[in-house]
């Protein structure tokens, strides 16, 4: 809506504040970034314009690669997510020096060296180039879509006869609205806006707004308006003009919000105002480009504000601060129709849920640790620091506080809550957990699972490596015993049985002593093959049960190996399944064999109890015990997983006596 020219100061801000709390609510952002000035010649000439100079009066043209990636890493490194390209506008038509410079790096244009270095900008640092080129074509303006996420360039005035733009070709108003219509159709999220006080009237200004709606009415690209106000700058051909008049640009903000759609951010500079709270009250939502690193090129002689008083002048008001993007969220939550394929990753690399700058470099999942959003008072406490009132933040929070419940739409804004918000929202829920609980606050001590896991995969990656030396050492033993004894004894046999056959029937009594020994190897190699099938596996189990098998296999180990073993049974024999008995029998073997390689001791006790609930086997020694490893080696883990296979557990624990005891147990209700 177009406001009358005599409209009252105080009726435009009730009203602009009015559209810009119900277009944005009470989230004000800015945009951290660095500042690029690319090249400082221009072939323009505006009567207010400080950043433009002579090539005399600099050391090169352009910045070169080298300094260009200098200062955007230094942005990168101060947590800037946007790469502002400031320059003049097309200084090759005008300085031959700058036109050879361009031709010897290889470019044909400003514009084109500018395509290069915001990609290089975008691909060294990830920073999200903004180009600001000025009066572009629309071929110029697509090749620069492929390597920025937004693109801008001032309107200013729509006025041709203005002074200060004598000698401007590029601020020709119809070539400004060409190039502002160009971006729409190319679907360029774009940044425009007046300057106020430049010799201008209420009229054009309001002019200019109304073109600038017509064209977002038509393409639906014009993200931000800038309303900036003129100061006279020394050196240049304003330096005597009046400053804009501080009533006069408030009013014109507060009419461009009421003349612009809602759904347009209004930004004001914050350091082009000596109070410049005020222009939140004038409907403003957006501070703009807030540089840690670089100063403002274009009014160098007025330094940013700190961050942290943007942030308390904000609040103070009632809104709260936000980072955004150089694009804003709504066309970032839209990245195939806004955004050229080549920069989306680089968008939604550094985009929150909402559209917003990512605020810190946490993420789930990762290493970083979230940011500390609070801060607590000496006692622990969280101050309460209410938002405006007006805030649906706050609006919730005092729901909450008279005992009303609140649903999904609700809670999707408290997520949303930032700054103060955050703080009362954990002021309240502070306030409830004492009214509830009280002060005491409990907790669980949870076992560290990730170290668990990783204990684990570590222990079974043991396992397998031993199983398969396992395996191979079987092989070897089996292949060793067929060459060694078997294949020996065969050809012992076979030798008596030739010299048989040689002998004459005088001979007849040699034959039959042959015949003895012959009977005798036949034998013990009957014995060889037996122990060797009842290691491979113990076939006495499915013949005799567990208990004969043990009758069977104590005596043979006590022969084999020369210790002594003590056996007794308890409880009521009952049969094993064939599962369960397999296993016990492994286990018993296995800890044998640990006595015979471990312990030392020259003696040991196998022990087998059945009770109603469990069947237990133990085997104890008297040799030198666990060690360090705890029962950790790899014979008891193998044991250990035997005894999980049927539901059961063994333990490893020092004998009364000194030695070892290794106890396996099994449910009833697996035997
Ligand atoms: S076009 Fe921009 S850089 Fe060039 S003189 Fe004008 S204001 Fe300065």
Redesign the pocket.
Same mark, same amino acid.
């Given at each position: 809506m177009r406001p009358p020219v005599t409209t009252p100061l105080p009726d435009l801000l009730a009203g602009a504040g009015e559209v810009r709390d119900g277009a944005h609510g009470h989230r004000v952002t800015f945009s951290p970034k660095v500042f690029i000035p690319l090249t /400082?010649l +221009? /072939? &323009? /000439? +505006?009567g207010? +314009? @400080?950043?433009?100079t002579a090539p005399a009066r600099i050391a090169e043209p352009f910045l070169d690669r080298e300094a260009v990636l200098a200062i955007a890493r230094a942005g990168a490194a101060a947590g800037c997510h946007e790469a502002l390209f @400031?320059?003049?506008?097309r200084p090759e038509l005008r300085y031959p020096v700058a036109a050879s410079w361009l031709a010897e790096q290889g470019y044909g244009s400003t514009v084109e060296y500018l395509v290069a270095m915001c990609a290089l900008v975008r691909d060294e640092t990830g920073l999200l180039p903004h180009a600001n080129a000025?009066a572009l074509s629309a071929d110029e303006l697509g090749a620069l879509r492929a390597v920025s996420a937004s693109q801008g360039m001032m309107l200013e005035s729509l006025r041709a006869d203005l002074d200060c733009?004598r000698g401007?070709p &590029?601020?020709a108003p119809e070539r400004r609205l060409a190039t502002l219509e160009a971006a729409g159709t190319l679907g360029i999220p774009f940044t425009t806006g007046i300057l106020v006080g430049i010799g201008d009237s209420r009229d054009d200004r309001l002019d200019a707004l109304e073109a600038i709606a017509a064209a977002h009415a038509a393409h639906g690209h014009v993200q931000e308006v800038i309303v900036q106000n003129f100061l006279p700058k020394p050196d240049t051909a304003m330096h005597a003009a009046p400053p804009c008049p501080a009533e006069e640009y408030l009013w014109t903000v507060a009419a461009a919000r009421l003349v612009l759609p809602g759904d347009i951010h209004l930004q004001a500079p914050p350091n082009l105002s000596d109070d410049f709270g005020v222009l939140l009250d004038a409907g403003i939502d957006d501070w703009g480009g807030v540089s840690p690193v670089t100063i403002d090129h274009?009014n160098p002689e007025r330094p940013w504000p700190a961050l942290e008083r943007l942030n308390e002048v904000t609040e103070q008001r009632g809104y709260t601060l936000a980072p955004r993007l150089t694009i804003y969220p709504s066309y970032t939550l839209a990245p195939e129709r806004w955004l050229d394929p080549a920069m989306r990753f680089f968008v939604l690399d550094l985009s929150d849920a909402e559209g917003l700058a990512r605020d810190a470099s946490w993420c789930s999942g990762g290493e970083i640790a979230p940011p500390e959003l609070l801060e607590t008072s000496p006692v622990g406490r969280v101050p309460m620091a209410m938002p405006s009132s007006e805030s649906p933040v706050a609006e919730i929070l005092a729901g909450v506080l008279l005992g009303q419940e609140v649903g999904e739409r609700e809670i999707v804004t408290l997520f949303g809550a930032r700054g103060s918000e955050v703080r009362a929202i954990a002021a309240v829920a502070d306030q409830l957990r004492t009214e509830i609980v009280g002060d005491d606050v409990t907790f669980v001590y949870n076992r560290n699972m990730f170290d668990h896991v990783e204990e684990l995969s570590n222990l079974r990656s043991e396992l397998a490596q031993q199983l398969i030396t396992t395996q191979e050492n079987t092989f070897r033993s089996l292949s060793r015993e067929l060459h060694d004894d078997f294949g020996q004894i065969l050809t012992a046999i076979g030798a008596m049985l030739a010299r048989a056959q040689r002998r004459t029937p005088a001979e007849a009594g040699a034959d039959k002593q042959d015949l003895r020994e012959i009977q005798e190897v036949t034998q013990s190699t009957l014995e060889k093959v037996r122990s060797l099938s009842q290691s491979l596996h113990p076939v006495i189990l499915e013949d005799a049960g567990f208990e004969g098998a043990i009758d069977v296999y104590l005596p043979t180990f006590e022969k084999q190996t020369g210790i002594s073993v003590h056996y007794e049974k308890s409880g009521t024999s009952r049969e094993l399944d064939r599962a369960v008995a397999t296993h016990l029998y492994r286990v018993l073997q296995e800890a044998l064999n640990n006595v015979v390689r471990h312990s030392k001791s020259p003696s040991a006790q196998v022990r087998l109890n059945y009770t109603p609930d469990e069947v237990v086997l133990e085997v104890e020694d008297r040799g030198v015990g666990l060690g360090k490893g705890g029962g950790r080696g790899m014979g008891l883990v193998s044991m250990r997983e035997r005894a999980e296979l049927v539901n059961g557990r063994v333990e490893f624990l020092p004998a009364e006596g000194g030695g070892t005891l290794i106890r396996m147990t099994v449910p009833a209700g697996v035997v």
């Open positions: /400082r +221009c /072939r &323009d /000439r +505006c207010y +314009c @400080t950043f433009a @400031t320059l003049g506008e000025g733009h401007s &590029d601020k274009v």
